[in-house]
Structure formats: C-alpha cells, structure tokens
C-alpha cells in the first residue's frame, strides 16, 4: 500500500509539471492559444451536436414512459419544449396524473387544485374515474358545480357514494340550483319536504328556487308564522317579499314583517307591506320611531301619507325626537303637516337648547316659535351651567335675542348667577 501512494504521489508531480511547461508554453506563443482554442471550440461544438442528436432520442420512447416523464417532471414548462410534449399535454389523462400526482387523491378536487388553468371538465371527469376524493375542501367541487348548473357533474360526484345526501342537498339549496335539487330528491330519494331546505333558499334570496319547491313540490312557505316573509323583509328582498306575500298573514308576530323593513330602511318592501294591509302604527308606532331614528324622510313620508300614522303620535314623540337629534329636514316636515311648534310649553326649544342643536332652534326660531315660553327658561338654566361643555351656547344665545328674547326676573336672575362667567357678553347684547 505504501508503494502504491508513492507511485501516485509521483504522478501528480509530474501533471502539475506539465501543466507548468503548458502555461508557459501559452506564454510564450499567443498564436498557439488561438489555435488550441479554435480547436476546444470546435470540439465542444461536435460534442453538443451530438448530445442534442441523443436527446431528441427520448422523443422515440413508447408513449406511456413519456406520459410518466411528464408526470413526474412536475413541470409544466416541458409542454412546450417540443410538439411531441405539448400534443401531450393536451390530453386529460396526463392533465388528471399530473395534478392527482402534485396534490395527491384526497386533495386534487378542492379549490386550490381546480383552480389551476389546465383544469377542464374532461380532466375532473377523469380525477373522477380516478376515484380521487370529491368531498375535499368542504365539497368544493359539487358546490361550484351547483352554481353552474352541472347536473352531471353533480351526479358523477354523488355516484361515488362518499357524499352526504341531506347535506349536499342543502349545498344545492345555498346556490339555488333547480336541477341539482330535482336530481337529488328524485335519483337520490334527498328529503325536500324538510325545512331547512325552504329555509337557505329563502336566506340567499333563490326566488326561483322558491317557487319551484312550492310549485313543484307544494311546499308551504307560510309556516312558523310568516318566518320567511318577515325574513326576506329583514334584508329587503324584494322580489321575494313579492313572491311570499301572497296569501300571508301580514300581520303575524304583531305586524313584524314591516317593523323589520322600516327597521333596515327598505322603503319598497314598506310600501309593498302597506298595500297589503300591514299596519304602520303597529307596536307603539315602531316603524316611525326607527324611520326617524335612520334620519329617512322617505320613511317618514310614505308612513304618515300612506301608513296614516299620525304626526303627533306618542306624546308629540316625532317632533321632540327630531329636535333632540337635530334631524331639521325631518322636522320641517313634521311641522308643515302640524302647522305649530308651540307644543308642550316650549319642549322643543328647550330640547333644541339642551342638546346643542343651533341650527334647528334656528329653525323653530323662523318658524314663529315663542323665546319668551317656559321651555326657553329650562333651556338657559341647563346651557349657562358652567359644567355644561355646550360649544354652541354663545351663538344659540344670540339666536334667541335676536328672535325678541325678553330680560325679565327669570332670565335675569339665570344670567346673573354668581357662578355665570357669560355676564359681560349677555350684558353687552343687551
């Protein structure tokens, strides 16, 4: 062993001299690296000639070594690196190897895989023959088959047997699929009579669904007293509304169904409840109270004018409730059809003053209203208060005067408390 290190150690010696004499031979003679070079560049050229004349070899391989190259080259470049590849890319048996390969059986039929661009129908039906997993990602597959209306989509996916029937029937309810449904309840026996099919329908507004289950199916939509018309009021579907007014008791659950609409500001389904002999002023005059809340004069209107509410319902409620919160467009209204605001000894000025709303006792100001009644007195105790942080109580002041505010012993005695820090300014209008 020993000699035999030697003898290599020895051979080295004699490359690296070598090397040696050639670098200096290149040294020495510039045309000898011309030369050598053309010749190094020559050879490798006839060496990659040869290598491609190889390559292009693989292309003479059976058909099925070539469906597997692509598969497990897991690149879906090599399509186009020749046309042998790229006619072979196109088919959906490669397609479907390929993506079951990359993602594997349980997961290839979820979103994340069907959203590749190679994805075709061709290609699921053959995953299907696959017998891969149809239910991943929650039974992405069989849902954005229900929006599409791919019935034999649907029924490929069912056939498998791995689905849950009442499950997938209230996935095809969701998306509103006519055909899907009829597929299940008749090929699959799926239980449509029960209610929560009725139910998502109606929650995604499927209102061709809906008169398919009734049409077809005889299916009662006026149940648990008017639950899905007081529903479809909630969230202002109108053409459902349309649909399950018919026959409804618009007043289950004491006039609920137009309470919701006013609630949400739905003044269409509003109108339509009206029509249909629903009652405005039902729970306490809820629905004006909820218009007025919105601030939606549209509301108001069309539940005074066509509701027959009355303006001044509960204790004047509209007015005051306008002036505490400042609604001047709202008031306006209410005063034209009233045609006074000296109510109740001055409350609505008094509100107006208390929650620093200038403007709108501007407004009752230019509609005549009395600065010399009791409710202006309460109004000035409240806002000459120093605790009382009103950013407003200079200017509301001035409105008051200037509307003929009178000084006498009350008044007086509010601007001249000893705590008063507006002395000087009340003294100086004066």
Same mark, same amino acid.
């Given at each position: 062993?020993?000699?035999?290190?030697?003898?290599?150690?020895?051979?080295?010696?004699?490359?690296?001299?070598? $090397?040696?004499?050639?670098?200096?031979?290149?040294?020495?003679?510039?045309?000898?690296?011309?030369?050598?070079?053309?010749? /190094?560049?020559?050879? /490798?050229?006839?060496?990659?000639?040869?290598?491609?004349?190889?390559?292009?070899?693989?292309?003479?391989?059976?058909?099925?070594?070539?469906?597997?190259?692509?598969?497990?080259?897991?690149?879906?470049?090599?399509?186009? /690196? #020749?046309?042998?590849?790229?006619?072979?890319?196109?088919?959906?048996?490669?397609?479907?190897?390929?993506?079951?390969?990359?993602?594997?059986?349980?997961?290839?039929?979820?979103?994340?895989?069907? !959203?590749?661009?190679?994805?075709? @129908?061709? /290609?699921?039906?053959?995953?299907?023959?696959?017998?891969?997993?149809?239910?991943?990602?929650?039974?992405?597959?069989?849902?954005?088959?229900?929006?599409?209306?791919?019935?034999?989509?649907?029924?490929?996916?069912?056939?498998?047997?791995? #689905?849950?029937?009442?499950?997938? $029937?209230?996935?095809?309810?969701?998306?509103?699929?006519?055909?899907?449904?009829?597929?299940?309840?008749?090929?699959?026996?799926?239980?449509?009579?029960?209610?929560?099919?009725?139910?998502?329908?109606?929650?995604?507004?499927?209102?061709?669904?809906?008169?398919?289950?009734?049409?077809?199916?005889?299916?009662?939509?006026?149940?648990?007293?008017?639950?899905? $018309?007081?529903?479809?009021? @909630?969230?202002?579907?109108?053409?459902?509304?349309?649909?399950?007014? !018919?026959?409804?008791?618009?007043?289950?659950?004491?006039?609920?169904?137009?309470?919701?609409?006013?609630?949400?500001?739905?003044?269409?389904?509003?109108?339509?409840?009206?029509?249909?002999?629903?009652?405005?002023?039902?729970?306490?005059?809820? #629905?004006?109270?909820?218009?007025?809340?919105?601030?939606?004069?549209?509301?108001?209107?069309?539940?005074?004018?066509?509701?027959?509410?009355?303006?001044?319902?509960?204790?004047?409620?509209?007015?005051?409730?306008?002036?505490?919160?400042?609604?001047?467009?709202?008031?306006?209204?209410?005063?034209?059809?009233?045609?006074?605001?000296?109510?109740?000894?001055?409350?609505?000025?008094?509100?107006?003053?208390?929650?620093?709303?200038?403007?709108?006792?501007?407004?009752?100001?230019?509609?005549?209203?009395?600065?010399?009644?009791?409710?202006?007195?309460r109004g000035l105790k409240y806002i000459v208060n120093p605790k009382n942080k009103s950013t407003h109580k200079d200017e509301m002041i001035q409105h008051l005067l200037d509307a003929g505010l009178k000084l006498n012993r009350q008044t007086e005695s509010i601007f001249l408390m000893p705590e008063n820090k507006l002395i000087s300014s009340i003294l100086s209008w004066i």
């Amino acid at each position: 062993m020993f000699k035999y290190t030697k003898n290599q150690q020895r051979e080295q010696n004699q490359q690296h001299e070598s $090397l040696n004499t050639i670098s200096t031979k290149i040294t020495n003679f510039p045309a000898v690296i011309t030369i050598k070079t053309t010749t /190094t560049t020559t050879t /490798t050229t006839t060496t990659t000639t040869t290598m491609s004349n190889k390559e292009c070899r693989l292309l003479y391989l059976p058909l099925e070594l070539l469906h597997r190259i692509f598969v497990y080259a897991q690149n879906p470049a090599l399509a186009i /690196t #020749c046309r042998r590849f790229w006619s072979l890319g196109q088919s959906a048996m490669l397609r479907a190897d390929y993506l079951m390969y990359r993602y594997g059986p349980h997961a290839v039929l979820g979103e994340t895989s069907m !959203k590749r661009r190679i994805v075709s @129908l061709p /290609t699921i039906q053959q995953l299907l023959r696959l017998e891969c997993d149809p239910t991943a990602d929650d039974s992405w597959l069989f849902i954005k088959g229900c929006e599409s209306n791919q019935v034999d989509l649907c029924r490929r996916i069912l056939k498998m047997g791995r #689905c849950n029937i009442p499950h997938m $029937l209230n996935l095809a309810a969701i998306k509103g699929s006519i055909g899907v449904v009829d597929l299940l309840v008749e090929e699959f026996g799926a239980n449509v009579y029960h209610e929560t099919v009725l139910t998502l329908a109606c929650r995604e507004n499927r209102v061709n669904l809906v008169r398919h289950l009734v049409e077809t199916y005889n299916i009662s939509v006026h149940s648990h007293s008017e639950r899905h $018309l007081r529903n479809a009021c @909630l969230h202002g579907f109108l053409e459902l509304v349309e649909f399950l007014i !018919k026959g409804a008791n618009v007043h289950a659950y004491n006039d609920a169904a137009i309470q919701n609409a006013a609630y949400k500001g739905f003044n269409d389904v509003v109108q339509l409840l009206l029509n249909a002999g629903a009652h405005a002023n039902a729970n306490q005059n809820a #629905c004006i109270q909820h218009a007025i809340n919105n601030n939606d004069l549209d509301m108001v209107k069309c539940l005074i004018e066509k509701g027959g509410i009355d303006p001044r319902c509960n204790h004047d409620w509209p007015l005051r409730h306008s002036c505490r919160k400042g609604l001047n467009e709202i008031l306006a209204y209410l005063i034209q059809l009233v045609g006074t605001v000296d109510i109740g000894d001055g409350i609505l000025l008094e509100l107006a003053l208390v929650h620093n709303q200038s403007s709108t006792l501007q407004l009752l100001l230019n509609e005549s209203a009395n600065p010399n009644c009791d409710g202006v007195v309460r109004g000035l105790k409240y806002i000459v208060n120093p605790k009382n942080k009103s950013t407003h109580k200079d200017e509301m002041i001035q409105h008051l005067l200037d509307a003929g505010l009178k000084l006498n012993r009350q008044t007086e005695s509010i601007f001249l408390m000893p705590e008063n820090k507006l002395i000087s300014s009340i003294l100086s209008w004066i």
